[in-house]
């Protein structure tokens, strides 16, 4: 493929939009991955929406026909089509749910070669201006779901608290609501151009119109489709990089246990229809009876009693009703195998409270070795997600110091910065004492005045401390035998 260069001198700018506009992976359905998150349920002939309502025929209840042995029957009417059920689950978004939390669902760390004013107005943008952790934790949930996101920082002129007027950075995430987006790389893989394709308002004729924005490392590039003919403006790019963080999977989350989770939804929507059809049992009756109609309050069945030609003896008929016997073990079975492909297939842990219910108080350690697959799963997801949470910290530095104050650019030089997430697990605060305790040979590894300050109902340290000193001494006074006072 050419580079950016070579494709933006094309005359026809056409032309260039069309060599742009190309998707990285050939065949991907956006628009159908997040409907089937959303519950739809089409994507695949084996799919559960595709089941097909049952056609029935009628019968009449007055008129009667024979058949081909000469037997009178009930006469066709016609047919008439019942719907059948068509349950769905949360499967898609249980998978996704799960994997974002593990991802980035702890603790945000920000760290630096060496803090300084620079490095904390950067942890402010991220943690309070940008909320970065809420924004990462989009991202790759879009990208779970229609396998294709990104992030787009930008500048904004706003009013600051002082009255004046300041440029702060903002971002935005892209996915299919808000229209086409295409990467372009050169032939390292570097990206080298970002291109959205949307429709908007123009201001200057009021109507809606294709918009095409492409952005390189040094330039803006906006084009209106007016009517056949594009209009384009340049500006430059005031970050002096591309401003776009770009991450892409080749399938959704789920796609591995389609198959499994189409069985599980077809088998639940027959259970339905089955259940619906046997769940209020039909009397079966024998000899001649005398029903009650439904309105009949203390209701009775009454048989004609008859009396044998033969043998004199009195005979009458009998009913009992009718009742669903089968077996559910093999059902039974069967879902729970398709259960347990779902998640051991998404290295997602069942963490439903039927499954939780019985574990126990399990240690810190325990608890982790229980969802090493999961653990496992983010290190994988990391491979795409880790790349693109440095890319975005060196473009928001990119944002402070080129735009928002270039006084803070001396803060970062040859200052890396790297940002974490801690485990979305809770930690085990006991046990981990006790390991660092074990470790400094069963003594103490905090300060009477540093575990005093974490307590919760301690207001003042150091008046807490002074009171708990006075205690100490009165306690000693009390045990002395020397020192005590006798009555």
Same mark, same amino acid.
């Given at each position: 493929?050419?580079?950016?260069?070579?494709?933006?001198?094309?005359?026809?700018?056409?032309?260039?939009?069309?060599?742009?506009?190309?998707?990285?992976?050939?065949?991907?359905?956006?628009?159908?991955?997040?409907?089937?998150?959303?519950?739809?349920?089409?994507?695949?002939?084996?799919?559960?929406?595709?089941?097909?309502?049952?056609?029935?025929?009628?019968?009449?209840?007055?008129?009667?026909?024979?058949?081909?042995?000469?037997?009178? &029957?009930?006469?066709?009417?016609? =047919?008439?089509?019942?719907?059948?059920?068509?349950?769905?689950?949360?499967?898609?978004?249980?998978?996704?749910?799960?994997?974002?939390?593990?991802?980035?669902?702890?603790?945000?760390?920000?760290?630096?070669?060496?803090?300084?004013?620079?490095?904390?107005?950067?942890?402010?943008?991220?943690?309070?201006?940008?909320?970065?952790?809420?924004?990462?934790?989009?991202?790759?949930?879009?990208?779970?779901?229609?396998?294709?996101?990104?992030?787009?920082?930008?500048?904004?002129?706003?009013?600051?608290?002082?009255?004046?007027?300041? &440029?702060?950075?903002?971002?935005?995430?892209?996915?299919?609501?808000?229209?086409?987006?295409?990467?372009?790389?050169?032939?390292?893989?570097?990206?080298?151009?970002?291109?959205?394709?949307?429709?908007?308002?123009?201001?200057?004729?009021?109507?809606?119109?294709?918009?095409?924005?492409?952005?390189?490392?040094?330039?803006?590039?906006?084009?209106?489709?007016?009517?056949?003919?594009?209009?384009?403006?340049?500006?430059?790019?005031?970050?002096?990089?591309?401003?776009?963080?770009?991450?892409?999977?080749?399938?959704?989350?789920?796609?591995?246990?389609?198959?499994?989770?189409?069985?599980?939804?077809?088998?639940?929507?027959?259970?339905?229809?089955?259940?619906?059809?046997?769940?209020?049992?039909?009397?079966?009756?024998?000899?001649?009876?005398?029903?009650?109609?439904?309105?009949?309050?203390?209701?009775?069945?009454?048989?004609?009693?008859?009396?044998?030609?033969?043998?004199?003896?009195?005979?009458? *008929?009998?009913?009992?009703?009718?009742?669903?016997?089968?077996?559910?073990?093999?059902?039974?079975?069967?879902?729970?195998?398709?259960?347990?492909?779902?998640?051991?297939?998404?290295?997602?842990?069942?963490?439903?409270?039927?499954?939780?219910?019985?574990?126990?108080?399990?240690?810190?350690?325990?608890?982790?070795?229980?969802?090493?697959?999961?653990?496992?799963?983010?290190?994988?997801?990391?491979? @795409?997600?880790?790349?693109?949470?440095?890319?975005?910290?060196?473009?928001?530095?990119?944002? &402070?110091?080129?735009?928002?104050?270039?006084?803070?650019?001396?803060?970062?030089?040859?200052?890396?910065?790297? &940002?974490?997430?801690?485990?979305? /697990?809770?930690?085990?605060?006991?046990?981990?004492?006790?390991?660092?305790?074990?470790?400094? *040979?069963?003594?103490?590894?905090?300060?009477?005045? =540093?575990?005093?300050?974490?307590?919760?109902?301690?207001?003042?340290?150091?008046?807490? @401390?002074?009171?708990?000193?006075?205690?100490?001494?009165?306690?000693?006074?009390?045990?002395?035998? /020397?020192?005590?006072?006798?009555?």
């Amino acid at each position: 493929m050419p580079d950016i260069a070579t494709i933006l001198q094309e005359p026809d700018f056409k032309k260039v939009v069309e060599t742009l506009c190309q998707d990285t992976i050939e065949g991907r359905e956006q628009e159908a991955y997040l409907k089937e998150y959303k519950g739809d349920r089409t994507r695949r002939e084996t799919s559960v929406g595709n089941r097909k309502d049952k056609e029935i025929d009628l019968y009449s209840d007055t008129e009667f026909e024979e058949d081909d042995e000469g037997n009178q &029957i009930p006469k066709k009417i016609g =047919t008439d089509t019942v719907p059948v059920a068509k349950i769905n689950t949360n499967i898609p978004k249980k998978i996704v749910r799960t994997a974002v939390a593990f991802l980035f669902g702890g603790d945000m760390n920000i760290s630096f070669t060496e803090d300084n004013d620079g490095t904390e107005y950067f942890r402010a943008v991220v943690e309070k201006k940008l909320k970065m952790k809420a924004i990462f934790k989009e991202f790759a949930r879009t990208v779970m779901i229609e396998t294709k996101s990104a992030l787009l920082f930008y500048p904004k002129a706003v009013i600051a608290s002082d009255g004046k007027s300041a &440029i702060e950075l903002r971002v935005r995430v892209l996915s299919q609501k808000n229209g086409e987006f295409y990467p372009h790389f050169d032939d390292f893989g570097d990206m080298d151009a970002f291109t959205r394709r949307y429709k908007a308002i123009n201001p200057e004729d009021s109507k809606e119109h294709d918009y095409v924005w492409i952005q390189t490392a040094d330039q803006n590039i906006t084009s209106i489709d007016m009517d056949g003919t594009w209009v384009t403006t340049t500006e430059p790019n005031l970050f002096g990089k591309i401003s776009i963080v770009y991450a892409e999977q080749d399938l959704p989350e789920w796609e591995d246990i389609v198959s499994a989770m189409d069985a599980i939804e077809l088998r639940i929507s027959r259970l339905f229809d089955t259940n619906d059809y046997f769940s209020e049992p039909i009397l079966k009756s024998y000899g001649a009876t005398m029903l009650p109609s439904k309105n009949t309050v203390g209701k009775q069945i009454e048989f004609e009693v008859k009396v044998d030609q033969d043998s004199g003896k009195e005979y009458h *008929g009998d009913a009992d009703y009718l009742v669903w016997q089968q077996s559910v073990e093999s059902v039974k079975l069967e879902l729970e195998t398709n259960i347990n492909e779902v998640f051991s297939g998404t290295s997602t842990p069942n963490l439903s409270f039927e499954n939780l219910k019985d574990v126990g108080n399990i240690t810190g350690i325990g608890m982790k070795f229980m969802f090493m697959d999961a653990f496992i799963k983010a290190m994988e997801k990391m491979e @795409i997600f880790e790349p693109a949470v440095q890319r975005a910290a060196h473009i928001i530095i990119a944002g &402070i110091t080129k735009i928002c104050d270039p006084t803070m650019v001396r803060h970062f030089e040859d200052n890396d910065v790297e &940002i974490t997430f801690g485990s979305v /697990l809770p930690d085990d605060l006991r046990e981990e004492m006790e390991v660092l305790s074990i470790a400094n *040979g069963n003594k103490p590894i905090n300060s009477r005045k =540093t575990v005093t300050a974490r307590s919760r109902f301690t207001k003042d340290v150091d008046e807490e @401390i002074q009171q708990m000193q006075a205690e100490d001494r009165e306690e000693a006074s009390n045990n002395n035998p /020397l020192g005590s006072t006798f009555m």
